[in-house]
């Protein structure tokens, strides 16, 4: 295998992982906002 045909490979495995992270990442952030907003509103109602 040439250093170019390396090098293109290292390139799109490390492209897929990055994206693979922030696909990862954006699920736990919106998880993590959900129980945030979801602990507010219970709070709320029980202040009320």
Request: no cysteine; hydrophobic share 20%; net charge negative.
């Amino acid at each position: 295998m040439s250093d170019q045909t390396k090098e293109n490979v290292f390139a799109e495995r490390q492209n897929s992982y990055k994206q693979e992270k922030e696909a990862i990442f954006k699920e736990a952030l919106k998880d993590y906002h959900e129980e945030l907003s979801g602990e507010t509103t219970e709070n709320d109602e029980s202040k009320g």
